[in-house]
Antibody
Framework: QVQLVQSGAEVKKPGASVKLSCKTS????????IHWVRQAPGQRLEWMGI????????LYAQKFQGSVTMTRDTSTNTVYMELSSLGSEDTAVYYC????????????WGQGTLVTVSS | QSALTQPASVSGSPGQSITISCTGT?????????VSWYQQYPGKAPKLIIY???NRPSGVSNRFSGSKSGYTASLTISGLQAEDEADYYC??????????FGTGTEVTVL
């Protein structure tokens, strides 16, 4: 069955970076895209960007351009999301989600990773 | 990209029908039929319940239905049940090849 398993919770200081992982299984890794979505406490879902796993190409929401980097490792079927220059406003649960190629919706989600930014 | 606009909360009694609206612009909902809806319970990951405006994934109750008119998409839950109490988010593809979520709606079953 399709699974997206994310790395564990992180606590970071302001100004630091964090790199999260999303390990996938149960499907052909390169046939699907992976998105990252975050949710601050009590807030709405916020789309961060997409990595087209087959090509390795990325597209980020304007808000995150310059601070986010999404990469993938086809040998381990894992996608990574690195966020730099963290501030308290980056405290959130970060989700990875799968999209079938050009299907424009997210059919499977990871369990989420809580990132807490605090001095 | 501003969030799509949803009502903050909607409530209904068991057995009733409720509708959640999702209003966008000509850059997203108004142009593309790539509107999807997600159900989220507290502390859990979202779950896809509608894609491409009105299609239900396998396993999703037929009590959930979607539609679109102009710049507004809608999710209707018929025969409301206690288990439907959750947060609901719409999402749309945009003209910048990005995606945007709605502001979210909390559904309460009275």
């Amino acid at each position: 069955q399709v699974q997206l398993v994310q790395s564990g919770a992180e606590v970071k200081k302001p100004g630091a970076s964090v790199k999260l992982s999303c390990k996938t299984s149960g499907y052909t890794f390169t046939n699907y895209h992976i998105h990252w979505v975050r949710q601050a406490p009590g807030q709405r879902l916020e789309w961060m960007g997409i990595i087209k796993v087959g090509a390795g190409s990325t597209l980020y929401a304007q808000k995150f351009q310059g601070s986010v980097t999404m990469t993938r490792d086809t040998s381990t079927n894992t996608v990574y999301m690195e966020l730099s220059s963290l501030g308290s406003e980056d405290t959130a649960v970060y989700y990875c989600a799968r999209e079938g190629e050009s299907t424009f919706y997210f059919d499977h989600w990871g369990q989420g990773t809580l990132v807490t930014v605090s001095s | 990209q501003s969030a799509l606009t949803q009502p903050a909360s909607v409530s209904g009694s068991p057995g009733q029908s409720i509708t959640i609206s999702c209003t966008g612009t000509s850059s997203d909902v108004g142009t593309y039929n790539y509107v999807s809806w997600y159900q989220q319970y507290p502390g859990k990951a979202p779950k896809l319940i509608i894609y491409e405006v009105s299609n239900r994934p396998s396993g999703v109750s037929n009590r959930f239905s979607g539609s679109k008119s102009g710049y507004t998409a809608s999710l209707t839950i018929s025969g409301l049940q206690a288990e439907d109490e959750a947060d609901y988010y719409c999402n749309s593809y945009t003209s910048r090849h990005t995606y945007v979520f709605g502001t979210g709606t909390e559904v309460t079953v009275l």
